[in-house]
């Protein structure tokens, strides 16, 4: 009886938002935000930059960074770090022994995934 109670109301929760379209998005305070909240706000406010997850496992598992760019070229591009405060130019980034994931600007980013692939080759093309 208590799964039959649970579907209902879960069927009940979904129907009303379905029908009244209202779904409030509650936004973490900034001192909570993660990497992925500073690059994903900055981009939308600063349309000329990109936005790429960095991260030393080839399929981008354990710890990965998430920050804006600008400028790339085959030998440099700019990184703006909203997490850390810092603006930098990264040099030789494509010998670095890191992976880039480069987020296309029609696709949202994903703040979990299980693994993503370096796509680099595409931005230089």
């Known amino acids: 009886m208590k799964n039959t109670k649970t579907i209902l109301t879960s069927m009940v929760i979904a129907a009303s938002i379905a ?3 209202a779904v409030t998005v509650v936004e973490a305070p900034v001192e909570k935000w993660s ?9 939308a406010e600063n ?3 990109g936005i790429v997850t960095m991260s030393q496992n080839q399929w981008f598992r354990g710890v990965s960074h998430m920050v804006n760019y600008k400028n790339v070229t085959a030998d440099s591009m700019e990184i703006h770090d909203g997490l850390y405060g810092q603006n930098y130019t990264l040099y030789d980034w ?5 992976f880039f994931h480069f987020w296309k ?3 949202m980013p ?3 995934y299980r693994v993503m692939q370096d796509n680099r080759y595409e931005i230089l093309t």
């Open 19 to 21: 029908f009244t379209g």
């Open 35 to 43: 990497c992925f909240d500073y690059s994903t706000h900055f981009a």
């Open 47 to 49: 349309s000329d930059w």
């Open 94 to 98: 494509q010998d670095q022994k890191m």
């Open 105 to 107: 600007k029609e696709s």
């Open 110 to 112: 994903v703040r979990n």
